[in-house]
DNA sequence: GTCTATAGAGCGATAGAC
DNA sequence: GTCTATCGCTCTATAGAC
């Protein structure tokens, strides 16, 4: 055989990864893919047949990587929280991938619905018959905080307190038990 | 005069802000920009030295427009978010960039303090000395909410609440209330 | 202050050989 | 399945004329 196989889709969407959390969205490029690889760009068109094919795989894995660390979490949604902030915090641009990215197939939703189960499940005990209200409100708050702490709001001159993540968790909490008197 | 001036930096503004809104801050191009106003390339240069300083001061804009929003607001927290979202929803892409834009100078940093000062002050009433970290906690819980319709988590399969806003908000004020007891 | 022209670099994607 | 070569397009920024 003239051309070997010196790759896989497995392979690409690892290194595909490293390159995203190295120079974010704009940096995973084809051209730089190849290269990371030491193959020449057009390649990789076989195994995806575009760039935005690639991005939605490479977010796909994120999801997964999300909800197996979500669903090894057996505490209470505080756990939950800090699994999730842990998650963003450590994968930054596999995150904004995993919250940004559109044109996913069936297959690839179906990941993110069953993350989006999982944490609706695990607020049901608190919050009842609320808890799908609960849920993004957790995780809008959440994923706020996560874009706060990535726009630097902490390093203006306001001297704003850094420990406000458990504050906050802790008011939406008090909200959902008064709310459940 | 050969080359009387057919421009200002105010009407440069201006029209980068509809660039902006138009095609995101990618589409916010000095080329584009230039054919916006009927100019070549280059004469921008004339008033901004960067691409990037023409985003800080645009930036800069945003964050002016969203004081004033805010500092027009009489009621409660609740009528302080609802502008805040507002102001959100209806230039998105400004909305982002004031998020995330970094390289301001001091005077338009300062845009940035008087906005967080409004804030921490309307909280007091209700947070006491804890009003910076609701401050933070509020300010999360919107931007989160923001980047959350963005992201079209609405869109799934599951049949998620979309009247959540009020829900969360209630949540927090209600944690904030049973806190001060 | 604006112009023409260009340097210098990046990108996704395709055609066709092997 | 990978290669070479290339099309066609994008962009920021600068040099120097008027």
New binding site residues.
């Given amino acids: 055989m ?6 896989s889709a497995g392979q690409i969407l690892a290194a595909a990864v490293t390159l995203l959390e190295r120079g974010g969205q704009a940096g995973l ?4 893919l190849a290269a990371e690889l030491q ?5 990789l ?3 995806y047949p ?3 094919a690639l991005l939605s795989a490479v977010a796909a894995h994120g999801a997964g990587v999300l909800l197996a660390n979500l669903s090894r979490v057996a505490g209470d949604p505080g756990a939950l929280a800090d699994q999730y902030l842990r998650f963003a915090r450590e994968h930054p641009a596999l995150y904004d991938l995993y919250m940004t990215c559109g044109n996913l197939n069936a297959e690839q939703q179906h990941i993110y619905s069953q993350t989006w189960s999982l944490v609706v499940e695990r607020l049901r005990p608190l919050a009842g018959p609320h808890s799908q209200a609960a849920a993004i409100t957790l995780w809008a708050y959440l994923h706020g905080l996560v874009g706060l702490e990535r726009s630097g709001v902490y390093e203006g001159p306001e001297n704003k307190p850094r420990d406000t993540q458990s504050f906050g968790l802790g008011l939406l909490l008090a909200g959902l038990r008064s709310q459940s008197e």
């Fill in positions: 003239p051309y070997p196989a010196k790759t490029t084809i051209r730089g193959l020449t760009p057009n390649a068109y076989r195994y575009s760039r935005e």
